[in-house]
């Protein structure tokens, strides 16, 4: 099985000084004091993984990942999340499997965008998005749960509720495909 074993993160967020997070097997949690860039970290990993929207970054716009400054630094111009898979098994989705090590990193210039690279090559979005779903993971992942939706689930109402429990399901789609039916 492919796992994860390190997260790189330099200029993003608050980790404005490249910082390398070990995912340990077994790891179960991260703890520390309210703002030490918890949440930040965790959007690292879903950003490195393809995340699109600015909004589910807790941002305005994309720009916003890149360091923003403190009273004492600058702000920058560059972030980047690089994130090491161990592929020993071989078993990475189709095209990875030449790596026993799978390094895949995105990048974001302040107004330019943001680019993806594999072991160095650089890669679409699309690529990278594919190769986490095809993992059964992803920015979109209901593995990865903010804080901000566990309010929004448990408040939701039962109809609401029941939609997360199609997406589940693997359902979600038959509905539009429903409608679309009955409109023939
Ligand atoms: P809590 O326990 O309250 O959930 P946390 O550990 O999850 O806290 P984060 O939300 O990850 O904390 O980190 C918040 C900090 O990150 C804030 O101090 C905020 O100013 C800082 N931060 C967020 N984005 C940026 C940015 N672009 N540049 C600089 N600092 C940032
Ligand atoms: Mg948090």
Redesign the pocket.
Known sequence: MVQFVKLRLTGF??FVDPTEFLIERGTTGVV?P????????VEALRWVMGETSAKRMRGGEMN???????ASRPSRNLAEVTLHLDNAGRDAPPGFNDYEDIEIGRRIERDKGSDYRVNGKSVRAKDVQLFFADLATGAGSTALVS?GRIGSIVNAKPTDRRHLLEEAAGIAGLHARRHEAELR
Do not use: A, R
């Open positions: 967020k608050s520390g309210n703002g030490c860039g918890k949440s930040n970290l916003d990942v890149i360091f923003g400054g403190s804080q």
